[in-house]
């Protein structure tokens, strides 16, 4: 077993390379081997939101303060409000963040397969947010 204290792991700000606008980081788990899963609290300011990008097993979003927005490619956006659960299916392209006003925070929760969580792609362009 392995507790974790609150504020023993420090946080970071999202970079442009992953990110649009403000975004903070905070580690929760990261399971040690044979485990694979990995899990974060992400708050997005007021616009701020990930790029397109993938998982290969999979992610769930446990959204947990505020109002944003989750998209997956070819559809349209969803509202998300604290209390929401998303489901986003492997492969699928997607990309999650605050509303234009309303900053958001989520618990991230991701499997890595053979040592990778994540395909970060490109930029959710202004029009495609709006």
Same mark, same amino acid.
């Given at each position: 077993m392995k507790v974790i204290q609150s504020g023993s792991q420090p946080s970071s700000q999202g970079t442009d390379e992953n990110f649009t606008g403000a975004v903070r980081r905070d580690p929760l788990v990261v399971a040690d081997e044979p485990g694979r899963v990995a899990t974060g609290l992400v708050t997005f300011e007021p616009g701020a939101r990930t790029h397109w990008h993938v998982h290969p097993l999979g992610q769930i979003l446990v959204i947990t !303060?505020?109002?944003? $927005? @989750? !998209?997956a490619w070819? #559809?349209?956006?969803? #509202? @998300?409000?604290?209390?929401? @659960? @998303? $489901?986003?299916?492997?492969? #699928?392209?997607?990309w999650h963040g605050a509303s234009d006003t309303t900053a958001m925070s989520h618990i991230a929760i991701t499997e890595a397969l053979d040592g990778s969580a994540v395909e970060w792609q490109e930029p959710v362009t202004d029009q495609q947010f709006s």
């Open positions: !303060q505020g109002c944003g $927005w @989750v !998209q070819g #559809e349209e956006k969803y #509202e @998300v409000r604290a209390g929401d @659960v @998303v $489901w986003i299916s492997p492969h #699928e392209k997607h």
